[in-house]
């Protein structure tokens, strides 16, 4: 019974409407920065080359770019409140999850094979339904019957 109480409430944390990023994908990635009592858009752009549970309310993305020289990674929860919003650029050919690969690899042999797409439809979100509301109700009610 616990374990339905806790996918009932990881199910009510779930943004509803999440696009469908893949491995080898570019984004752009909108993150919520805050600095003193002010928040700010970091826009982060580069290669999917991870991704993690899909289909959870844990799903993450590690994202992939070269600044200066220097490879840059950063993890983004897809689920958080800091994520404003993810924005699919271009679509990789790949054939794998993991391209770790790319780590060690610089220049034009880094670059990914583009897959034909409709950036347009991928990036549109499906119009959230219902609240949460009925979803944490349903918990307090999974709640009583286990004490009872």
């Known amino acids: 019974m616990s374990f339905e109480l806790l996918k009932l409430v990881g199910?009510?944390?779930?943004?509803?409407a999440v696009i469908d990023v893949r491995s080898g994908d570019t984004v752009r990635v909108s993150q919520k920065i805050k600095e003193g009592d002010k928040f700010r858009i970091q826009v982060f752009e580069g290669t999917v080359i991870r991704v993690d549970r899909k289909a959870s309310h844990t799903e993450r993305i590690v994202v992939r770019k070269v600044t200066s020289g220097v490879g840059v990674e950063k993890s983004f929860l897809m689920h958080s409140p800091l994520v404003e919003k993810i924005e699919i650029v271009r679509r990789g050919k790949v054939r794998r999850n993991n391209l770790r690969f790319l780590r060690e690899r610089s220049g034009k042999s880094a670059r990914l094979a583009q897959k034909d797409f409709d950036r347009h439809a991928v990036n549109a979100l499906p119009e959230e339904e219902a609240p949460a509301v009925e979803v944490v109700e349903e918990a307090a009610e999974a709640t009583e019957k286990a004490e009872a």
Do not use: F, G, V, Y
């Open 11 to 16: 199910d009510a944390q779930k943004k509803k």
